[in-house]
Protein backbone atom coordinates (compact mmCIF):
# COMPACT_ATOMS: atom_id res chain seq x y z
CA UNK A 1 0.00 0.00 0.00
CA UNK A 2 2.87 2.07 0.97
CA UNK A 3 4.61 1.65 -2.79
CA UNK A 4 1.27 2.18 -4.44
CA UNK A 5 0.91 5.53 -2.49
CA UNK A 6 4.44 6.68 -3.58
CA UNK A 7 3.77 5.68 -6.93
CA UNK A 8 0.66 7.88 -7.13
CA UNK A 9 2.14 10.72 -5.59
CA UNK A 10 5.38 10.42 -8.24
CA UNK A 11 2.91 10.62 -11.07
CA UNK A 12 0.80 13.13 -9.53
CA UNK A 13 3.66 15.61 -9.15
CA UNK A 14 5.06 14.98 -12.42
CA UNK A 15 1.64 15.39 -14.32
CA UNK A 16 1.19 18.56 -11.80
CA UNK A 17 4.91 20.13 -13.08
CA UNK A 18 4.13 19.05 -16.97
CA UNK A 19 0.52 20.36 -16.99
CA UNK A 20 1.70 24.01 -15.33
CA UNK A 21 5.06 23.50 -18.21
CA UNK A 22 1.70 23.92 -21.00
CA UNK A 23 -0.28 26.15 -18.72
CA UNK A 24 2.03 29.00 -18.09
CA UNK A 25 2.56 29.12 -22.29
CA UNK A 26 -1.04 28.97 -23.33
CA UNK A 27 -3.61 31.16 -22.42
CA UNK A 28 -7.01 30.97 -20.83
CA UNK A 29 -10.00 31.38 -22.93
CA UNK A 30 -12.56 29.01 -22.39
CA UNK A 31 -13.38 26.37 -19.72
CA UNK A 32 -11.68 23.73 -21.64
CA UNK A 33 -8.45 24.52 -20.26
CA UNK A 34 -8.97 24.65 -16.51
CA UNK A 35 -10.63 21.61 -17.22
CA UNK A 36 -7.48 19.93 -18.35
CA UNK A 37 -5.89 21.10 -15.39
CA UNK A 38 -8.20 20.28 -13.04
CA UNK A 39 -9.49 17.38 -13.70
CA UNK A 40 -7.82 15.48 -17.08
CA UNK A 41 -4.50 15.73 -16.28
CA UNK A 42 -4.77 13.83 -12.19
CA UNK A 43 -7.16 11.41 -14.13
CA UNK A 44 -4.45 10.71 -16.43
CA UNK A 45 -1.94 10.17 -13.85
CA UNK A 46 -4.01 8.25 -11.28
CA UNK A 47 -4.53 6.08 -14.52
CA UNK A 48 -1.81 5.32 -15.21
CA UNK A 49 -0.42 4.43 -11.32
CA UNK A 50 -3.42 2.02 -11.58
CA UNK A 51 -2.04 0.82 -14.51
CA UNK A 52 1.73 0.56 -13.94
CA UNK A 53 0.63 -1.10 -10.28
CA UNK A 54 -1.99 -3.02 -11.16
CA UNK A 55 -3.57 -2.10 -7.91
CA UNK A 56 -7.43 -0.36 -8.97
CA UNK A 57 -7.72 2.78 -7.42
CA UNK A 58 -9.10 3.50 -4.04
CA UNK A 59 -10.97 6.15 -2.19
CA UNK A 60 -7.92 6.92 -0.06
CA UNK A 61 -5.46 7.01 -3.67
CA UNK A 62 -8.03 9.62 -5.53
CA UNK A 63 -8.25 11.71 -2.66
CA UNK A 64 -4.37 11.42 -2.26
CA UNK A 65 -4.30 11.80 -5.80
CA UNK A 66 -5.66 14.55 -6.59
CA UNK A 67 -4.65 17.09 -3.11
CA UNK A 68 -1.36 16.30 -3.97
CA UNK A 69 -1.60 17.34 -8.02
CA UNK A 70 -3.59 20.56 -6.61
CA UNK A 71 -0.72 20.98 -4.01
CA UNK A 72 2.39 20.71 -6.40
CA UNK A 73 0.65 22.72 -9.13
CA UNK A 74 -0.24 25.87 -6.87
CA UNK A 75 3.26 25.00 -5.44
CA UNK A 76 5.06 24.96 -8.97
CA UNK A 77 2.73 28.19 -10.56
CA UNK A 78 3.34 30.03 -7.36
CA UNK A 79 7.21 29.38 -7.25
CA UNK A 80 7.20 30.17 -11.24
CA UNK A 81 5.55 33.60 -10.82
CA UNK A 82 8.00 34.63 -7.95
CA UNK A 83 10.87 33.95 -9.53
CA UNK A 84 13.80 35.19 -11.28
CA UNK A 85 12.86 32.52 -14.45
CA UNK A 86 9.47 34.45 -15.19
CA UNK A 87 9.87 36.92 -17.79
CA UNK A 88 8.43 39.91 -15.89
CA UNK A 89 10.10 39.19 -12.61
CA UNK A 90 12.38 42.83 -12.58
CA UNK A 91 9.24 44.77 -12.92
CA UNK A 92 8.37 46.07 -9.18
CA UNK A 93 4.90 45.51 -7.99
CA UNK A 94 2.69 43.75 -5.06
CA UNK A 95 3.42 40.28 -4.05
CA UNK A 96 -0.30 39.09 -4.27
CA UNK A 97 -0.67 40.65 -7.93
CA UNK A 98 2.72 38.90 -9.52
CA UNK A 99 1.20 35.53 -8.06
CA UNK A 100 -2.70 35.31 -9.71
CA UNK A 101 -5.02 37.95 -11.17
CA UNK A 102 -7.27 38.06 -8.06
CA UNK A 103 -5.75 41.06 -7.10
CA UNK A 104 -7.05 42.92 -10.09
CA UNK A 105 -10.46 40.86 -9.30
CA UNK A 106 -9.96 42.15 -5.44
CA UNK A 107 -9.24 45.99 -6.79
CA UNK A 108 -12.21 46.38 -9.01
CA UNK A 109 -14.91 44.91 -6.52
CA UNK A 110 -14.14 47.83 -4.57
CA UNK A 111 -14.84 50.07 -7.32
CA UNK A 112 -11.42 51.72 -6.50
CA UNK A 113 -9.12 50.69 -9.09
CA UNK A 114 -7.96 53.62 -10.30
CA UNK A 115 -6.99 54.76 -6.73
CA UNK A 116 -5.30 51.44 -5.99
CA UNK A 117 -3.75 51.53 -9.27
CA UNK A 118 -2.45 55.13 -8.37
CA UNK A 119 -1.19 54.23 -5.08
CA UNK A 120 0.88 51.36 -6.51
CA UNK A 121 2.60 53.52 -8.88
CA UNK A 122 2.81 56.54 -6.47
CA UNK A 123 5.22 53.29 -4.44
CA UNK A 124 6.64 52.04 -7.16
CA UNK A 125 6.80 53.76 -9.80
CA UNK A 126 5.98 54.62 -13.70
CA UNK A 127 5.66 50.71 -14.57
CA UNK A 128 4.18 48.07 -12.07
CA UNK A 129 3.57 44.82 -12.48
CA UNK A 130 -0.15 44.62 -11.66
CA UNK A 131 -0.83 40.87 -12.55
CA UNK A 132 1.06 37.51 -13.09
CA UNK A 133 1.36 38.64 -16.66
CA UNK A 134 0.47 42.08 -16.98
CA UNK A 135 1.74 46.07 -16.49
CA UNK A 136 0.99 49.18 -15.72
CA UNK A 137 2.47 52.27 -17.31
CA UNK A 138 1.65 55.74 -16.29
CA UNK A 139 3.79 57.57 -18.92
CA UNK A 140 4.05 59.13 -22.37
CA UNK A 141 6.18 56.71 -23.72
CA UNK A 142 3.62 53.81 -23.14
CA UNK A 143 0.74 56.33 -24.19
CA UNK A 144 2.65 56.46 -27.58
CA UNK A 145 4.42 52.88 -27.77
CA UNK A 146 0.77 51.00 -26.68
CA UNK A 147 -1.75 53.08 -27.79
CA UNK A 148 0.35 55.03 -30.74
CA UNK A 149 0.11 54.10 -34.25
CA UNK A 150 2.02 51.69 -34.26
CA UNK A 151 0.84 49.86 -30.93
CA UNK A 152 -0.77 47.00 -29.42
CA UNK A 153 -3.61 44.88 -30.64
CA UNK A 154 -6.43 44.73 -28.01
CA UNK A 155 -6.27 42.46 -24.63
CA UNK A 156 -8.60 39.25 -24.40
CA UNK A 157 -10.17 41.32 -22.04
CA UNK A 158 -12.15 42.88 -24.79
CA UNK A 159 -13.55 39.80 -25.83
CA UNK A 160 -14.74 39.44 -22.30
CA UNK A 161 -16.87 42.62 -22.79
CA UNK A 162 -18.59 41.28 -26.48
CA UNK A 163 -21.71 38.91 -27.19
CA UNK A 164 -20.46 35.48 -28.57
CA UNK A 165 -23.74 35.03 -30.45
CA UNK A 166 -23.06 38.31 -32.31
CA UNK A 167 -20.15 39.86 -34.40
CA UNK A 168 -17.75 41.92 -32.59
CA UNK A 169 -18.53 45.72 -32.00
CA UNK A 170 -15.24 47.93 -33.15
CA UNK A 171 -14.02 48.13 -29.80
CA UNK A 172 -12.91 44.69 -29.80
CA UNK A 173 -11.56 45.31 -33.22
CA UNK A 174 -7.63 45.85 -33.82
CA UNK A 175 -5.66 46.25 -36.99
CA UNK A 176 -7.17 46.64 -40.44
CA UNK A 177 -10.31 45.11 -39.07
CA UNK A 178 -10.54 48.63 -36.83
CA UNK A 179 -9.34 50.98 -39.24
CA UNK A 180 -11.75 49.45 -41.73
CA UNK A 181 -14.59 49.66 -39.69
CA UNK A 182 -13.61 53.00 -38.19
CA UNK A 183 -13.60 54.53 -41.62
CA UNK A 184 -17.50 54.23 -41.83
CA UNK A 185 -17.71 55.42 -38.40
CA UNK A 186 -15.57 58.71 -38.87
CA UNK A 187 -17.94 59.58 -41.28
CA UNK A 188 -21.03 59.84 -38.52
CA UNK A 189 -18.94 61.88 -36.37
CA UNK A 190 -17.42 64.40 -39.19
CA UNK A 191 -18.25 67.62 -39.14
CA UNK A 192 -21.44 67.68 -41.34
CA UNK A 193 -22.84 65.04 -39.46
CA UNK A 194 -22.19 66.83 -36.28
CA UNK A 195 -24.22 69.42 -37.36
CA UNK A 196 -26.86 67.16 -37.80
CA UNK A 197 -27.01 66.13 -33.77
CA UNK A 198 -26.74 70.16 -32.96
CA UNK A 199 -30.40 70.16 -32.95
CA UNK A 200 -31.08 67.21 -31.25
CA UNK A 201 -28.70 68.17 -28.87
CA UNK A 202 -30.98 71.58 -28.31
CA UNK A 203 -34.29 69.76 -28.40
CA UNK A 204 -33.12 67.54 -25.35
CA UNK A 205 -31.68 69.80 -23.53
CA UNK A 206 -34.93 72.02 -23.36
CA UNK A 207 -37.03 69.24 -22.41
CA UNK A 208 -34.60 68.29 -19.34
CA UNK A 209 -35.11 72.15 -18.71
CA UNK A 210 -38.45 71.87 -18.26
CA UNK A 211 -38.39 68.54 -16.41
CA UNK A 212 -35.89 69.38 -13.66
CA UNK A 213 -37.42 72.91 -13.63
CA UNK A 214 -40.78 71.41 -12.71
CA UNK A 215 -39.43 69.37 -9.66
CA UNK A 216 -39.87 70.90 -6.00
CA UNK A 217 -36.95 70.37 -3.93
CA UNK A 218 -33.40 68.94 -4.13
CA UNK A 219 -32.75 67.71 -7.89
CA UNK A 220 -30.64 64.32 -8.49
CA UNK A 221 -28.68 66.33 -11.46
CA UNK A 222 -26.26 63.39 -12.59
CA UNK A 223 -29.26 60.99 -12.23
CA UNK A 224 -31.44 63.25 -15.19
CA UNK A 225 -28.41 64.34 -17.40
CA UNK A 226 -28.12 60.50 -17.60
CA UNK A 227 -31.77 60.45 -18.63
CA UNK A 228 -31.15 63.29 -21.14
CA UNK A 229 -27.94 61.30 -22.96
CA UNK A 230 -30.06 58.16 -23.35
CA UNK A 231 -32.19 60.04 -25.08
CA UNK A 232 -30.17 61.91 -27.28
CA UNK A 233 -27.74 58.81 -27.87
CA UNK A 234 -30.83 57.07 -29.33
CA UNK A 235 -31.93 59.92 -31.40
CA UNK A 236 -28.64 60.19 -32.74
CA UNK A 237 -27.98 56.42 -33.07
CA UNK A 238 -31.25 55.13 -34.04
CA UNK A 239 -33.61 58.00 -34.83
CA UNK A 240 -35.15 57.74 -31.86
CA UNK A 241 -35.88 54.78 -29.01
CA UNK A 242 -35.84 56.31 -25.67
CA UNK A 243 -37.92 58.47 -24.45
CA UNK A 244 -36.55 58.82 -20.54
CA UNK A 245 -37.09 62.24 -20.02
CA UNK A 246 -40.75 62.56 -20.89
CA UNK A 247 -41.60 59.88 -18.84
CA UNK A 248 -39.34 60.58 -15.69
CA UNK A 249 -37.59 57.39 -15.55
CA UNK A 250 -36.04 54.18 -17.31
CA UNK A 251 -39.25 52.42 -17.87
CA UNK A 252 -37.11 49.78 -20.09
CA UNK A 253 -34.53 49.39 -16.82
CA UNK A 254 -31.85 49.03 -19.42
CA UNK A 255 -29.62 51.86 -17.03
CA UNK A 256 -30.00 49.41 -14.66
CA UNK A 257 -29.12 46.55 -16.92
CA UNK A 258 -25.78 48.39 -18.25
CA UNK A 259 -24.88 49.09 -14.61
CA UNK A 260 -25.33 45.65 -13.85
CA UNK A 261 -23.39 44.33 -16.85
CA UNK A 262 -20.34 46.80 -16.22
CA UNK A 263 -20.38 45.47 -12.43
CA UNK A 264 -19.91 42.44 -13.77
CA UNK A 265 -17.32 42.65 -16.42
CA UNK A 266 -15.28 44.79 -14.05
CA UNK A 267 -14.52 41.57 -12.02
CA UNK A 268 -14.96 38.66 -15.11
CA UNK A 269 -12.64 40.92 -17.43
CA UNK A 270 -9.41 40.10 -15.65
CA UNK A 271 -10.30 36.10 -15.66
CA UNK A 272 -11.51 36.26 -19.75
CA UNK A 273 -12.56 32.22 -19.62
CA UNK A 274 -14.71 33.12 -16.89
CA UNK A 275 -16.81 35.33 -18.80
CA UNK A 276 -17.41 33.56 -22.21
CA UNK A 277 -17.91 30.61 -20.07
CA UNK A 278 -21.17 32.62 -18.56
CA UNK A 279 -21.96 33.87 -22.16
CA UNK A 280 -22.24 30.23 -23.66
CA UNK A 281 -24.26 28.82 -21.14
CA UNK A 282 -27.98 28.22 -22.14
CA UNK A 283 -29.38 30.34 -19.55
CA UNK A 284 -28.43 33.40 -19.29
CA UNK A 285 -30.32 36.01 -16.48
CA UNK A 286 -33.04 37.83 -18.27
CA UNK A 287 -31.22 41.56 -17.75
CA UNK A 288 -28.36 40.25 -19.65
CA UNK A 289 -30.22 38.76 -22.22
CA UNK A 290 -32.06 42.30 -22.41
CA UNK A 291 -28.67 43.97 -22.73
CA UNK A 292 -27.79 41.76 -26.06
CA UNK A 293 -31.21 42.20 -27.47
CA UNK A 294 -31.76 45.97 -27.14
CA UNK A 295 -29.43 47.01 -29.71
CA UNK A 296 -31.63 44.16 -32.28
CA UNK A 297 -35.04 45.53 -31.28
CA UNK A 298 -33.37 49.72 -32.13
CA UNK A 299 -31.79 48.26 -35.60
CA UNK A 300 -35.38 46.59 -36.38
CA UNK A 301 -37.66 49.53 -35.48
CA UNK A 302 -34.87 51.80 -37.37
CA UNK A 303 -35.19 49.57 -40.16
CA UNK A 304 -38.78 49.56 -40.12
CA UNK A 305 -39.19 53.18 -39.87
CA UNK A 306 -36.36 53.61 -42.92
CA UNK A 307 -34.30 56.55 -43.53
CA UNK A 308 -36.17 59.91 -41.69
CA UNK A 309 -32.71 61.57 -40.84
CA UNK A 310 -28.86 61.10 -41.36
CA UNK A 311 -28.35 59.55 -37.69
CA UNK A 312 -25.23 57.05 -36.96
CA UNK A 313 -27.27 53.75 -38.75
CA UNK A 314 -27.50 56.17 -41.80
CA UNK A 315 -23.71 55.99 -41.77
CA UNK A 316 -22.73 52.88 -40.32
CA UNK A 317 -25.29 51.37 -43.00
CA UNK A 318 -23.79 53.17 -45.60
CA UNK A 319 -27.00 53.96 -46.64
CA UNK A 320 -25.59 56.87 -48.79
CA UNK A 321 -23.73 54.10 -50.92
CA UNK A 322 -20.28 55.23 -50.65
CA UNK A 323 -18.54 51.95 -50.16
CA UNK A 324 -17.48 49.03 -52.45
CA UNK A 325 -20.09 47.09 -50.44
CA UNK A 326 -22.36 47.44 -47.90
CA UNK A 327 -21.65 46.31 -44.35
CA UNK A 328 -23.81 43.34 -43.11
CA UNK A 329 -26.69 44.52 -40.76
CA UNK A 330 -25.66 41.76 -38.48
CA UNK A 331 -22.20 43.70 -38.17
CA UNK A 332 -23.74 46.95 -37.63
CA UNK A 333 -26.03 45.96 -35.16
CA UNK A 334 -23.55 45.49 -32.22
CA UNK A 335 -22.02 49.22 -33.28
CA UNK A 336 -25.18 50.75 -33.14
CA UNK A 337 -25.98 49.32 -29.63
CA UNK A 338 -22.41 50.22 -28.66
CA UNK A 339 -22.74 53.69 -29.72
CA UNK A 340 -25.83 54.06 -26.96
CA UNK A 341 -23.50 52.33 -24.07
CA UNK A 342 -20.60 53.50 -25.12
CA UNK A 343 -21.62 57.37 -25.06
CA UNK A 344 -25.13 56.91 -22.82
CA UNK A 345 -22.86 57.44 -19.47
CA UNK A 346 -19.46 58.66 -20.03
CA UNK A 347 -21.05 62.12 -21.51
CA UNK A 348 -23.58 62.20 -18.71
CA UNK A 349 -21.03 61.42 -16.22
CA UNK A 350 -18.65 63.96 -17.85
CA UNK A 351 -21.47 66.76 -17.31
CA UNK A 352 -22.60 65.86 -13.79
CA UNK A 353 -18.69 66.01 -12.76
CA UNK A 354 -18.41 69.73 -13.88
CA UNK A 355 -21.60 70.68 -12.56
CA UNK A 356 -19.50 69.22 -9.21
CA UNK A 357 -16.48 71.01 -10.00
CA UNK A 358 -18.06 74.58 -10.90
CA UNK A 359 -20.19 74.40 -7.82
CA UNK A 360 -17.49 73.38 -5.59
CA UNK A 361 -15.49 76.25 -6.69
CA UNK A 362 -17.51 79.44 -6.95
CA UNK A 363 -14.96 81.55 -8.34
CA UNK A 364 -14.69 79.48 -11.60
CA UNK A 365 -19.10 79.10 -11.22
CA UNK A 366 -19.19 82.93 -11.39
CA UNK A 367 -16.50 83.45 -14.04
CA UNK A 368 -17.99 80.47 -16.19
CA UNK A 369 -21.71 82.43 -15.96
CA UNK A 370 -19.63 86.31 -16.84
CA UNK A 371 -18.31 84.65 -19.94
CA UNK A 372 -21.43 83.13 -20.98
CA UNK A 373 -23.63 86.19 -20.52
CA UNK A 374 -20.70 88.34 -22.48
CA UNK A 375 -20.72 85.72 -25.54
CA UNK A 376 -24.62 85.10 -25.63
CA UNK A 377 -26.35 88.24 -23.91
CA UNK A 378 -29.61 87.38 -22.39
CA UNK A 379 -29.13 84.06 -23.67
CA UNK A 380 -29.48 84.89 -27.37
CA UNK A 381 -28.29 82.59 -30.14
CA UNK A 382 -26.85 79.93 -27.04
CA UNK A 383 -27.37 77.19 -29.26
CA UNK A 384 -25.44 78.71 -32.32
CA UNK A 385 -22.60 76.48 -32.07
CA UNK A 386 -20.32 77.96 -34.28
CA UNK A 387 -19.08 80.69 -31.49
CA UNK A 388 -18.58 78.12 -28.79
CA UNK A 389 -14.85 78.54 -29.73
CA UNK A 390 -15.20 82.19 -27.94
CA UNK A 391 -16.04 79.89 -24.56
CA UNK A 392 -12.93 79.56 -23.62
CA UNK A 393 -13.05 79.39 -19.75
CA UNK A 394 -15.77 76.89 -20.51
CA UNK A 395 -13.15 74.80 -22.94
CA UNK A 396 -10.73 75.13 -20.01
CA UNK A 397 -13.00 73.56 -17.33
CA UNK A 398 -14.16 70.96 -19.50
CA UNK A 399 -10.59 69.53 -20.16
CA UNK A 400 -9.60 69.95 -16.32
CA UNK A 401 -12.82 67.76 -15.38
CA UNK A 402 -11.91 65.17 -18.27
CA UNK A 403 -8.50 65.30 -16.66
CA UNK A 404 -9.68 65.19 -12.99
CA UNK A 405 -12.45 62.61 -13.34
CA UNK A 406 -11.52 60.68 -17.16
CA UNK A 407 -15.10 59.14 -18.32
CA UNK A 408 -13.22 55.42 -18.55
CA UNK A 409 -10.38 56.11 -15.85
CA UNK A 410 -8.12 52.78 -16.09
CA UNK A 411 -9.39 51.65 -20.09
CA UNK A 412 -8.60 48.49 -21.40
CA UNK A 413 -5.03 46.86 -21.92
CA UNK A 414 -3.18 46.04 -24.47
CA UNK A 415 -1.35 42.97 -25.15
CA UNK A 416 1.74 41.65 -26.88
CA UNK A 417 0.38 39.24 -29.04
CA UNK A 418 3.51 37.73 -30.17
CA UNK A 419 7.38 37.88 -30.06
CA UNK A 420 7.52 40.77 -33.09
CA UNK A 421 5.35 43.05 -31.09
CA UNK A 422 7.83 42.66 -28.32
CA UNK A 423 9.19 46.15 -27.47
CA UNK A 424 11.33 48.64 -25.35
CA UNK A 425 8.72 50.86 -22.89
CA UNK A 426 10.13 53.03 -20.51
CA UNK A 427 13.67 51.53 -20.73
CA UNK A 428 12.59 48.46 -20.04
CA UNK A 429 11.89 45.25 -22.35
CA UNK A 430 8.43 44.05 -22.24
CA UNK A 431 8.19 40.26 -23.70
CA UNK A 432 5.48 38.67 -25.66
CA UNK A 433 2.44 37.55 -23.52
CA UNK A 434 2.51 40.88 -21.88
CA UNK A 435 -1.17 42.69 -20.92
CA UNK A 436 -0.21 46.33 -20.46
CA UNK A 437 -2.64 48.67 -19.00
CA UNK A 438 -2.10 52.70 -19.73
CA UNK A 439 -4.74 54.11 -16.97
CA UNK A 440 -6.01 57.92 -17.51
CA UNK A 441 -6.28 58.28 -14.28
CA UNK A 442 -3.08 57.81 -12.82
CA UNK A 443 -1.37 59.82 -15.73
CA UNK A 444 -3.20 62.74 -15.51
CA UNK A 445 -2.56 63.04 -11.77
CA UNK A 446 1.31 62.91 -12.15
CA UNK A 447 3.26 66.10 -11.81
CA UNK A 448 5.96 65.27 -14.43
CA UNK A 449 3.41 66.10 -16.87
CA UNK A 450 0.51 68.47 -15.14
CA UNK A 451 2.02 70.78 -12.39
CA UNK A 452 1.58 72.69 -10.15
CA UNK A 453 -0.69 70.59 -7.26
CA UNK A 454 -1.83 67.34 -10.16
CA UNK A 455 -4.71 66.37 -7.80
CA UNK A 456 -6.27 69.99 -7.99
CA UNK A 457 -9.03 71.31 -9.45
CA UNK A 458 -7.30 74.08 -11.71
CA UNK A 459 -8.86 74.86 -15.31
CA UNK A 460 -6.65 78.19 -15.35
CA UNK A 461 -3.84 75.47 -16.19
CA UNK A 462 -5.28 74.65 -19.88
CA UNK A 463 -5.48 78.74 -20.55
CA UNK A 464 -2.54 81.31 -20.92
CA UNK A 465 -0.65 81.68 -18.32
CA UNK A 466 -2.60 83.56 -15.46
CA UNK A 467 -2.55 84.12 -11.88
CA UNK A 468 -4.54 80.93 -10.40
CA UNK A 469 -8.18 82.14 -9.16
CA UNK A 470 -8.26 82.81 -5.26
CA UNK A 471 -9.53 79.20 -3.88
CA UNK A 472 -6.65 77.26 -6.26
CA UNK A 473 -2.88 76.76 -4.72
CA UNK A 474 -0.45 79.07 -5.40
CA UNK A 475 1.29 77.98 -8.57
CA UNK A 476 4.70 76.79 -8.46
CA UNK A 477 7.57 79.12 -10.30
CA UNK A 478 7.34 76.57 -13.38
CA UNK A 479 4.09 74.61 -14.69
CA UNK A 480 3.87 71.76 -16.57
CA UNK A 481 1.25 71.00 -18.92
CA UNK A 482 2.16 68.37 -21.54
CA UNK A 483 -0.64 67.73 -23.23
CA UNK A 484 0.91 64.30 -24.36
CA UNK A 485 -0.23 62.46 -21.37
CA UNK A 486 -4.07 64.16 -21.51
CA UNK A 487 -5.36 60.95 -22.52
CA UNK A 488 -9.70 60.87 -21.81
CA UNK A 489 -10.06 59.51 -25.07
CA UNK A 490 -7.47 57.57 -25.22
CA UNK A 491 -5.09 57.79 -27.85
CA UNK A 492 -3.93 56.67 -31.36
CA UNK A 493 -6.03 55.09 -34.51
CA UNK A 494 -8.56 53.65 -31.45
CA UNK A 495 -9.45 56.71 -29.99
CA UNK A 496 -12.82 57.64 -28.83
CA UNK A 497 -14.38 58.63 -32.36
CA UNK A 498 -17.21 60.76 -30.32
CA UNK A 499 -14.69 63.45 -28.84
CA UNK A 500 -15.80 66.23 -30.83
CA UNK A 501 -19.46 65.51 -30.46
CA UNK A 502 -18.67 65.00 -26.73
CA UNK A 503 -17.22 68.30 -26.30
CA UNK A 504 -19.77 70.21 -28.14
CA UNK A 505 -22.56 68.50 -26.34
CA UNK A 506 -21.19 69.47 -23.13
CA UNK A 507 -20.90 73.00 -23.96
CA UNK A 508 -24.27 73.23 -25.03
CA UNK A 509 -26.02 71.65 -22.44
CA UNK A 510 -24.05 73.47 -19.70
CA UNK A 511 -25.03 76.68 -21.29
CA UNK A 512 -28.06 75.97 -21.83
CA UNK A 513 -29.13 75.05 -17.81
CA UNK A 514 -26.32 77.88 -16.35
CA UNK A 515 -28.56 80.35 -18.52
CA UNK A 516 -32.08 78.90 -17.32
CA UNK A 517 -31.04 77.94 -13.30
CA UNK A 518 -28.57 79.05 -10.69
CA UNK A 519 -27.10 76.43 -9.08
CA UNK A 520 -26.02 75.07 -5.29
CA UNK A 521 -25.87 72.21 -3.22
CA UNK A 522 -28.43 70.73 -1.45
CA UNK A 523 -28.60 71.24 2.06
CA UNK A 524 -26.35 68.34 4.00
CA UNK A 525 -24.49 68.05 0.27
CA UNK A 526 -20.97 66.70 1.38
CA UNK A 527 -18.78 67.23 -1.54
CA UNK A 528 -15.89 65.17 -0.29
CA UNK A 529 -18.15 62.07 1.05
CA UNK A 530 -19.76 62.37 -3.03
CA UNK A 531 -16.15 62.58 -4.58
CA UNK A 532 -14.88 60.15 -2.57
CA UNK A 533 -17.82 57.77 -3.80
CA UNK A 534 -16.68 58.15 -7.70
CA UNK A 535 -16.40 54.63 -8.46
CA UNK A 536 -13.98 52.65 -11.72
CA UNK A 537 -16.37 50.07 -13.39
CA UNK A 538 -14.85 50.92 -16.26
CA UNK A 539 -16.81 54.11 -16.69
CA UNK A 540 -16.32 56.32 -13.28
CA UNK A 541 -19.53 57.01 -11.79
CA UNK A 542 -20.28 57.85 -8.12
CA UNK A 543 -22.24 55.58 -6.01
CA UNK A 544 -24.30 58.43 -4.39
CA UNK A 545 -26.58 61.14 -6.33
CA UNK A 546 -25.58 64.55 -7.15
CA UNK A 547 -28.17 66.54 -5.56
CA UNK A 548 -28.50 69.88 -6.41
CA UNK A 549 -31.39 73.08 -5.67
CA UNK A 550 -32.14 74.89 -8.63
CA UNK A 551 -33.24 78.44 -8.81
CA UNK A 552 -34.57 80.32 -11.71
CA UNK A 553 -32.64 83.24 -13.43
Not at 1 to 10: A, K, W
Not at 170 to 197: C, K, M, P, Q
Not at 531 to 541: A, G, K, N, T, V
Amino acid sequence: MSLDLVSTLQLAGCSALISHAIFKRINFTSMGIPIALLIVFPTLSLTASSYIDNVPPTFFSVLANFTFYYLCLSVSILAYRLSPLHPLYAFPGPRLARVSKLYGVWASATGKQHRILKSLHDKYGPVVRTGPNELSIADVDGVFKVLGANGLPKGEFYDSRSDPHSPNNIVNLSGDEHANRRRVWNRGFSTESLREYEDMIARRAELLIDKIGAIDGPVDLGLWLSYFQFDFMGDMAFSGGFEMLRAGGDEEGIRQVLCDYFHVAALTSHVPWVAKTLAHLPVLPERMMKLFTFGAERASRRIKNGSLKKDLWYHLTDEAGLEREKPPVSNVIPDGALAIVAGGDTTARAISNLFFAIVSHPAHYERLKNELETVFPAGDGITDVGRYSELKFLDALISETLRMYPPVPTNGPRRVSDASKARVICDKFVPEGTEIYVPPYVIHRDARYFSPSPNDFIPERWLPREKTSQDAKSPAPTSVLNTAAYIPFSYGPQNCVGRNLARTEIKMVVALLLSRFDFRFADGFDEKVWEDSLCDYFIMHPDLPLLVTLTRR
